[in-house]
């Protein structure tokens, strides 16, 4: 008799990430870590979102070693300068002014995990950004319609992220929080698939 096919534990409190792998048509069970995510000037963007995906997830796996755990991190950086959620509304303003005009990185790191067969892989995608020229009225009321502190760079690309966004060039569901593209392939290596075909 063969072994159930494990499971799929989300490690992430993201409820875009929960929406962008249910709309791929992924099975899935969450289980938020308790992990302060790092931000530091001595790892580069695609460093510091890998390394906060790998310890939110090795927390989940290490109590789930039967189940496949994926874990995701993601971060903005305006030329050198990695920006993360901000601690308040003041912060998400002049997030938002910074990134007024210009063109912006998102790197998306993911870790997966199946401990019971010691496999593990990890991987970051990473997509541009061109933002509007934003008025000080725009970035009021693009506020208004959103909650920021969530969100690295106080935004998101999907919603009302079309009255600040020009164009995405790249993957759009990396800046969403999920690059749901790269990782849906990932998970087959893992023996995961979408209920839905195509989806």
Same mark, same amino acid.
């Given at each position: 008799?063969?072994?159930?096919? &494990?499971? *799929?534990?989300?490690? %992430?409190?993201?409820? =875009? ?6 709309? &791929? ?14 931000? !530091? $000037?001595? #790892? ?13 997830? *090795? ?7 039967? $189940?496949?755990? #994926?874990?995701?991190? !993601?971060?903005?950086?305006? /030329? ?18 910074? *990134? ?23 991987? %970051? ?14 970035? /009021? ?5 959103? $909650?920021? #502190? ?5 935004? &998101?690309?999907?919603?009302?992220? @079309? !009255?600040?966004?020009? @164009?995405?060039?790249? %993957? ?15 998970? =087959?290596?893992?023996?995961? =698939? ?6």
């Amino acid at each position: 008799m063969s072994a159930a096919p &494990a499971r *799929l534990v989300l490690a %992430s409190a993201s409820p =875009r990430r929960r929406e962008l792998l249910s709309r &791929a048509g992924f099975a899935f069970e969450v289980v938020a870590p308790d992990v302060e995510e790092i931000q !530091t $000037d001595t #790892l580069t963007l695609r460093e510091a979102t890998c390394w906060n995906a790998l310890r939110k997830g *090795l927390t989940i796996a290490r109590r789930r070693p039967n $189940d496949v755990v #994926l874990a995701a991190d !993601t971060l903005v950086a305006l /030329e050198h300068r990695v920006i993360g959620k901000p601690a308040d509304r003041e912060e998400a303003v002049r997030f938002l002014r910074l *990134l007024s005009g210009q063109t912006h990185y998102v790197s998306s790191g993911v870790f997966l995990a199946y401990l019971a067969t010691g496999k593990s892989e990890s991987f %970051s995608v990473i997509s541009r950004v061109v933002f509007k020229k934003l008025s000080d009225e725009m970035i /009021e009321d693009y506020l208004r319609r959103i $909650d920021p #502190l969530d969100k690295a760079g106080a935004y &998101a690309a999907q919603g009302f992220g @079309r !009255t600040i966004i020009a @164009r995405i060039a790249g %993957s759009r569901t990396n800046v969403i929080g999920l690059p749901v593209e790269k990782t849906g392939v990932a998970l =087959r290596r893992f023996g995961i =698939r979408p209920r839905r075909p195509n989806a």
